[in-house]
């Protein structure tokens, strides 16, 4: 969501103006490296973060003075033979300095897969050495595993147990599946409220969740529950903030539940961020210090995801990826913020709503970047899936607060960057992978809308569907709420919208149809919130959306 800037004078700070890019690039290239100007761009983390035991001994069995599993396990990026496990050695989660309350040495983790709850029938264990470089997190990524079934995991350090968590396995790539049950969520600002919906997320019969982005929110602030400090920018205040959020119980929860495919929006690095290009406001408005705070960003986050893949040693981080649930459901996750070119049309607003000159329309404007771009139509064309899904984070249908042009839309959303959107469509009319569905996060509403060849022809074919999750607690401007009408009347192809309610997405999906049920918070700033089924649609395989 956009933030309105304060009052500063916005030309100063356009990111159009971002000069000297190129030379913050290169100073980037420095932090990761082991010397360099660029070495004390991260406050002299540079050799921590290119070589995992700087600074740090070895010990075989370490003396913990508490428990270092205060922030849960997790599973991640499932496959038809595996997954990966994770956790962080945290006994003092927020102590000052972002190591957990971790002193600076080489810990061994014993891990442990089983083919039971009780842990009993064992499958796989080993150790996973851990370090301070990578803030003494656990990214143990297993492999040959039995195909399409449940197992269960825990990590030993020491005399400590962490508490148990629940994998599985994916169906093989070419093999029918009945049934996949998943969630999808984004947008947990812990300021503005609790987790219920994550506890009632916990409590379902998952496979699956996918995470859409705003894992964390970089700014300071209080309300419902305060955050640990102000805005951060380095890379031991994101720790900390992974960490306060991650101590959550009903977080966790959901976490030790079923694995999770996770991306990223912009809140895990600055607000509105594209690229390389800040905020407008950003308290990182320089090319060094924002590509800085961008490589400290992206680090903290490969930290606490439970993903695969090294950790990030330069500027870039690839976190596309697919994921197949055997021949039902193929899952392209994308990355709508590393790649794409600057917002257009500065100046024209100081929020992201404003009207579209000729910059939104411009062929060379990039979303997911060309590499990215032609990663995700080849992924679709190769796709024997019934079911095609764009796990993405930003919406994509056209949302026209007042049509036309310049008319009113968000620019920060794919109505920003028109031509980058009609290739995607004109991919989708041209080669017709079999039933696209869009699943999206960041705008803190709900909402279903067909995906149109043409958006502004309702007569034009349509092309898939897009299901628009809410958030798990992230507010919405209360005239987001009063327009809904104004946007009903002015796109067609939108079914139905809600920019009060918060929690998270639940879908069943079969060879024959899609169901997704819209599961509402009565109240975020009630921990032991009720959640109850608010809205369903369906789809037909080779069908539209409908209600349930």
């Not at 969630?183 to 998952?206: E, H, K, P, V």
Request: glycine share 10%; net charge negative; with cysteine.
């Amino acid at each position: 969501m956009g933030e309105e800037v304060d009052g500063r004078d916005s030309a100063s700070l356009s990111r159009r103006r971002f000069l000297g890019l190129a030379g913050a690039l290169g100073a980037a290239g420095a932090v990761i490296g082991t010397s360099g100007a660029g070495a004390s761009v991260l406050g002299g983390a540079a050799r921590r973060f290119a070589d995992p035991a700087f600074g740090a001994r070895r010990v075989a069995t370490p003396s913990l003075p508490a428990n270092p599993f205060t922030l849960g396990v997790a599973s991640g990026d499932p496959t038809a033979d595996g997954f990966v496990l994770w956790t962080r050695l945290a006994p003092d989660p927020l102590a000052p300095g972002g190591a957990g309350g971790m002193d600076p040495v080489l810990v061994p983790v014993r891990w442990i897969v089983t083919r039971d709850e009780n842990l009993q029938q064992v499958e796989r264990e080993g150790t996973f050495v851990t370090s301070p470089a990578v803030a003494h997190s656990v990214h143990a990524v297993l492999r040959g595993l039995q195909p399409d079934r449940p197992y269960w995991y825990r990590f030993r350090v020491g005399d400590w147990e962490s508490p148990v968590g629940r994998a599985r396995t994916f169906p093989p790539r070419w093999q029918p599946a009945s049934r996949l049950r998943f969630g999808f969520a984004s947008c947990q600002s812990w300021t503005d409220g609790y987790y219920a919906a994550y506890r009632d997320l916990a409590a379902d019969d998952l496979d699956l969740v996918v995470h859409l982005g705003d894992y964390i929110y970089e700014g300071g602030g209080s309300g419902v529950r305060d955050h640990d400090g102000p805005e951060i920018v380095t890379i031991d205040q994101y720790r900390n903030r992974y960490a306060l959020y991650k101590g959550d119980a009903d977080l966790q929860a959901a976490h030790a539940l079923a694995p999770w495919l996770t991306t990223w929006d912009d809140h895990e690095a600055d607000n509105n961020y594209a690229g390389f290009f800040p905020e407008a406001d950003s308290i990182t408005p320089t090319p060094e210090e924002f590509v800085a705070r961008r490589v400290a960003a992206y680090r903290a986050w490969w930290e606490h995801m439970p993903v695969r893949g090294p950790a990030p040693l330069g500027t870039e981080l690839r976190i596309r990826r697919r994921a197949d649930f055997g021949s039902l459901a193929r899952f392209h996750v994308l990355d709508t913020r590393q790649y794409r070119t600057d917002q257009p049309c500065a100046g024209s607003s100081v929020s992201d709503v404003g009207g579209r000159c000729a910059e939104a329309f411009a062929d060379d404007a990039q979303m997911l970047g060309a590499e990215q771009e032609q990663w995700l139509f080849d992924g679709l064309d190769a796709s024997s899936s019934v079911w095609n899904v764009l796990a993405q984070q930003i919406v994509f249908s056209q949302l026209a607060f007042l049509p036309g042009t310049p008319g009113v839309y968000n620019l920060d959303q794919w109505d920003g960057y028109v031509a980058a959107r009609q290739r995607v469509l004109d991919f989708l009319a041209d080669r017709r992978p079999a039933n696209p569905v869009v699943i999206t996060g960041d705008i803190h509403a709900s909402g279903v809308s067909d995906v149109k060849a043409d958006f502004d022809d309702p007569a034009s074919d349509v092309l898939g569907t897009e299901f628009v999750g809410t958030s798990i607690t992230s507010g919405s401007p209360s005239v987001f709420q009063a327009v809904l009408p104004l946007l009903l009347a002015n796109n067609p192809h939108l079914k139905w919208a809600d920019a009060v309610s918060r929690g998270w997405v639940r879908c069943e999906v079969t060879p024959d149809e899609w169901r997704t049920d819209y599961r509402f918070v009565a109240d975020v700033t009630d921990p032991g919130s009720t959640v109850t089924t608010a809205k369903s649609w369906v789809v037909e395989a080779g069908g539209t959306v409908h209600p349930a």
